[in-house]
């Protein structure tokens, strides 16, 4: 089964974001779902050769989790932005769980962007583990290292330069303000449950 890129085009006009910068990072998104659609075939056709062993097989097999996660974390980035700002509401179960795991949603937020603002690139992913019930803010390097085995992403940041270069220069703080004011609270306490 091939994966097909999903569309985001109702973001399109988000404060803070310019369509350009948008319409190109759509592009990118684009690009990791035709690259795992390509990297899942040649799998596929290697396993059916029985090229288990073969050095080209085991390349492909580390470049899988890169291409399927660029894919899905830009879906969930994407899937978290939008246009109207939405602040979280504080009768949810989400901003509860923030307060109880920060002491406050401000102290939340601050670590958030900060993670955000660190140097480097990857992604800052607000994760919930099921298993001890804790909420966890997580820098991500690339897209296949830090995960949190077994938790949740609910809220996703991108913090490489495509995110934010063509609108804001090297100011990514001034990017992190509009990501905060653009999120989609209703689809990050959805993904809680």
Not at 10 to 15: E, N, Q, S, V, W
Not at 37 to 56: C, Q, T, V, Y
């Amino acid at each position: 089964m091939k994966y097909e890129a999903k569309k985001f085009d109702h973001i399109l006009g988000t404060d803070g974001f310019s369509d350009n910068l948008l319409k190109n990072h759509f592009t990118l998104y684009e690009g990791y779902v035709t690259n795992f659609n390509k990297l899942n075939d040649l799998l596929s056709a290697m396993e059916k050769e029985d090229k288990f062993g073969a050095p080209e097989f085991a390349e492909l097999n580390r470049r899988f989790g890169w291409e399927f996660n660029g894919m899905r974390l830009h879906e969930l980035y994407f899937g978290n932005i939008s246009k109207g700002e939405k602040e979280v509401s504080k009768d949810s179960e989400l901003y509860k769980r923030i307060e109880e795991e920060w002491g406050s949603y401000d102290m939340w937020e601050k670590d958030f962007r900060s993670i955000g603002a660190m140097r480097g690139i990857g992604w800052v992913v607000l994760y919930s583990d099921k298993e001890s019930e804790r909420l966890f803010n997580v820098w991500i390097n690339e897209h296949d290292t830090g995960h949190l085995s077994g938790a949740v992403p609910l809220l996703v940041m991108d913090v490489f330069e495509h995110a934010f270069l063509t609108d804001y220069g090297l100011k990514r703080a001034d990017y992190i303000v509009s990501f905060m004011k653009a999120i989609d609270w209703s689809v990050v306490e959805e993904r809680l449950k």
